[in-house]
């Protein structure tokens, strides 16, 4: 069976940092385009940052650009997602998600849709506040 567990959510203080991780079971990750996503209170889901399986091309929000970063640990089979200067605004639960039907890899122009997601783990909530 096919499983992500995303971990590594908490509360910070903005300009805080924290390492969300997101654990693979039933799969490779490294043969897959691995996205983050997060979805705040009273606001729709989106893209934060996707790992792509073609040639490991990385891909982020504007509003995360120079500040997150996605890896990933093909020996553990594991990716992470490094939140740096964290801001009261990006109070949200992140969820990592597979893609599998993306079978060349995610590109510049879709890999924050969500329909090329086909498992999602249940989430990391992480708050930002003083």
């Known amino acids: 069976q096919m499983q992500v567990v995303e971990s590594g959510g908490g509360s910070m203080q903005p300009g805080g940092s924290l390492r969300l991780s997101c654990v693979a079971s039933g799969f490779t990750l490294e043969h897959n385009s691995i996205g983050w996503f997060r979805q705040a209170p009273g606001k729709e889901r989106e893209g934060v940052t996707c790992i792509s399986s073609s040639d490991g091309s990385t891909y982020y929000a504007d509003s995360v650009k120079g500040r997150d970063t996605i890896s990933r640990d093909n020996a553990k089979n594991t990716v992470y997602l490094q939140v740096n200067s964290l801001k009261a605004e990006e109070t949200a639960v992140y969820y990592c998600?597979?893609?599998?039907?993306?079978?060349?890899?995610?590109?510049?122009?879709?890999?924050?849709?969500?329909?090329?997601?086909?498992?999602w783990g249940e989430g990391t909530g992480v708050s930002v506040s003083r």
């Open positions: 998600a597979i893609s599998l039907s993306a079978i060349y890899g995610l590109t510049a122009g879709d890999w924050d849709k969500s329909d090329w997601y086909d498992e």
